[in-house]
Each structure stands twice: as C-alpha cells, then as structure tokens.
C-alpha cells in the first residue's frame, strides 16, 4: 500500500512536469520566431505576451501541484522516503526539484568580446590577448584553453570546442557558444599617409594562430584601394587558405565574420618614403578598436585583435576561472579572476531584439534540460518502486501458497485414510456379532 500511494503521488508529478515541459517547448518555438528579424516591434510584442503567459501557466504548475496537501514540484518534495518494506530502513529516497519559472533558466558566463590595437607585431601585443605559458581557462574545474611554449591567439570559438567536447562538462548540462562578427566604421580607406605611394601589407591571423604564422597575406595596399577590392582580396585569399573568415561591404562599412567565433587579428606593416608617416585605420577594418599613427620606416608595424563573444551556460551554477588572458571576465587586463555564472529565469526572457532572443532560446534550452532531468529522476524512482512492487508480489504469492501447502487438508489422502479404517470399523463389528451370536446357540441347545 506505500508502493501503491508513492507510485500515485510520482505520478502525478511527472504529469505535470511533462505539462511544463510542452509549455517550455512552445516558449522555444517562439523564441525562435521572435529571433527573426522579419518581425515587426508589434509581432515580436505579441510573441511576448505569449511567452508572459506561458510562463504564468509554468508557474502556476509548479506551485500548485501537491499530493494529500504535499506540494510535489516547488522544490520542497526533496529528501523524502518511501518505505516499502515490513522491516527498519526498507525506503527508497525522492527528490523532486523546484521547476517552477523563477527557477528554470540558464547559469550563464557571458565574454562580450575583447579588441586592442597598438604599434608593433602580434607576438607583441598585450599578453592577455595571447595564450602561452601558464595561461589558462577553466570551467568548473576542467581545463578548456592551456597555453604552450609557442603564442597563440586566445580564441573564443577553440574554447567553446573545447567545452562542448567535454565529456565531464556534458555530464554537468554546460555548452558554449562563440561568435565574432566586426562592423568597422564607414570605409574611407585602409592607410593615410603625406606619401602618395604609401602602402601597407595587412596580414590576417584567424582563430587560435601562431602569432608568427599568418592565415594569409594582402599586399600593396593603398589609399586609394577601394572597399569593394579589399573585400574581393579578403575572400579571395580566406577561400584559397581554407581560412574561417567571410568579408562583405554593408552601407560602406567592411564588415569581417568568422564561422564559428575565431579571433580576427590584422598586422599592418607599411611602406613609406623618406621620412614620412602614416596612419593605419584599424577602426574601418575591426570594429571598436583605434586607428595607429606615426608609423613609418623606423617603426613600421602595428595590429590590431577582436576576439569573440564567448557565452557558457548551464543547467547548474558553474565558476570559470582565468589566468593570463582576458576572455569572459566582466572586469577587463585581470590577469587571474574567477566569476560565477549568473542565472537567468524565464522571467527575464526578451524577445524585443535579435540578441535578446538569441539569449532568449539558450535559457529555455537549459530550462528544457533541466526538467527533462528532473522528469527522468522522476521516472527512475518509479521503475524502482514498481520491481519493488512486483517482488514483493511474487513473494506474497508464494508465501500464501507455502502456507497452503501446509494449513489446507490433502482431501485424496484423508477420504483413503477414512474409507480404509471406515472398512477395519465395520469388519471389527461384523466378527463381534458373529462372536455374540455363537453363545446364544450353545444356550438355546441346553434348554
């Protein structure tokens, strides 16, 4: 009978939880939806309100759900026990988490990119940007980016790799995702210079590069090269290296995208006449970062370093820690920190922007992951109980029937035991009459 009543009680749960899970799966259409940006402010208002109420609903479940007035999914069913048993410590343990909305989201540690620009090579750049050494990155505990003996660039997207490949993370419900995309300012031109001849060789490093190993080379780079040509020349040579890296012209802006959120890093080396100077416009080429000036034959190399929006989420809180680099951390150049991911609830989903929604559908992801979890938990202490339930009815069964064999009559055996000395009573009889009747003879003959 405690079988029968834990069974009932799981059961309702998993019903709800499996009521909440449909809710997040339509969040998640809708996210989707929203993240297009074909939609109108009032498409994307009206999608939102779906969401609200959605997330209502999701609420109200969770907080309403209960079993003989034990609520079952707000997070207070943990560390309960189902005896099963006739004997001490026969229990099977339950925990339910807590799935209503203010608890269902993502854990995030969100890196919104990281750019510098400076005079001389890459190898010289400031150290947060390159990986070598001790340098590291780590996500609760596993160790994702290590530096080496030879500098390379730190790379959002060999870090989200990294993690998304790791078996202890997937295990912990963590994943990354990283993205770079530049919007320099409005094109004018890559170099200025009182040189009319001046010109400028743009080396390209794409993603965890050898700060000594260009992805590919343009050269004889001029004033006058027009958007258009350097955009030909980008593509041209990313295709022909196999490099990560698209570039288009978009309302006169160079805008450079990396596949799967590798670093951009250029390294500008001039050639001038005499004594003059130049400036290399670094800000029409990545976005963000300044322009380098007074570059000339003395000094005649400059660069500049994008790295990508790195963003790792998960179902539980998680702490990343880096040394030596400079990636996710909220605090810029610290070169050891640790930061603890901040949770984002289904009440903070928005889904006014493409941005917004993009984050929108990786915390109803994990609010998914989360309650297909709990769902599985659910459903495993079920299984449990019910082959508790089943031998303990075999066990029944058979107890019954060991104590038929022993307590009920064998009716073939006694009805031959009966009939056999039934048959001893009556011959019995039969020869006392037989021994009466014999002294009644000889008396009638005496008289």
Not at 180 to 189: D, E, P, Q, R
Not at 297 to 318: D, K, M, P, Y
Not at 360 to 382: E, P, S
């Amino acid at each position: 009978r405690n079988i029968q009543t834990g069974l009932s009680a799981l059961r309702i749960a998993e019903s709800s939880a499996g009521q909440i899970f449909n809710r997040l799966n339509e969040i998640y259409k809708r996210t989707v939806r929203a993240a297009n940006d074909i939609n109108d402010p009032n498409a994307r208002a009206s999608l939102q309100r779906e969401i609200n109420n959605l997330v209502d609903a999701i609420q109200k479940i969770g907080t309403d759900t209960e079993y003989n007035g034990i609520k079952l999914l707000d997070g207070t069913f943990s560390n309960k026990y189902i005896h099963y048993g006739p004997k001490y410590g026969q229990t099977v343990e339950v925990n339910i988490g807590d799935v209503r909305a203010q608890s269902l989201g993502a854990h995030i540690v969100s890196g919104n990119g990281r750019f510098t620009a400076g005079t001389g090579a890459i190898s010289t750049a400031d150290t947060n940007y390159l990986l070598q050494g001790n340098d590291h990155l780590r996500v609760a505990g596993q160790t994702v980016l290590r530096g080496g003996q030879t500098p390379v660039l730190v790379d959002a997207a060999t870090a989200a790799r990294n993690i998304n490949t790791n078996a202890t993370l997937q295990s912990l419900g963590i994943e990354a995702v990283a993205k770079n995309k530049s919007v320099g300012a409005h094109f004018t031109g890559v170099i200025r210079s009182d040189d009319q001849n001046a010109s400028v060789e743009l080396r390209f490093f794409v993603g965890a590069k050898d700060v000594n190993a260009p992805s590919f080379r343009i050269t004889n780079v001029k004033a006058n090269t027009t958007l258009s040509e350097l955009v030909t020349q980008i593509n041209s040579q990313a295709s022909a290296t196999g490099t990560p890296i698209t570039a288009r012209a978009e309302n006169g802006r160079l805008v450079l995208e990396t596949t799967n959120g590798e670093t951009i890093a250029i390294e500008a080396v001039v050639t001038v006449s005499g004594n003059n100077t130049a400036t290399v416009n670094f800000s029409q080429l990545i976005q963000d970062v300044g322009d380098v000036s007074g570059l000339g034959n003395n000094n005649n190399t400059a660069h500049a370093i994008r790295v990508g929006e790195l963003q790792i989420f998960g179902t539980e809180s998680f702490v990343v820690n880096e040394y030596g680099i400079d990636i996710v951390g909220p605090t810029p150049n610290i070169v050891d920190e640790s930061i603890t991911s901040t949770f984002n609830n289904l009440y903070s989903i928005d889904v006014s922007t493409n941005q917004s929604a993009e984050m929108a559908t990786l915390i109803v992801k994990k609010a998914l992951q989360r309650v297909d979890t709990i769902r599985a938990q659910i459903g495993a202490v079920m299984n449990n109980l019910q082959s508790i339930y089943d031998a303990q009815k075999v066990a029944q069964d058979n107890t019954k029937e060991a104590e038929n064999v022993i307590r009920n009559t064998d009716y073939a055996q006694e009805m031959s035991n009966f009939t056999k000395l039934q048959i001893k009573i009556q011959s019995s009889m039969a020869m006392l009459a037989q021994a009466n009747q014999l002294p009644q003879l000889v008396l009638q003959l005496l008289r």
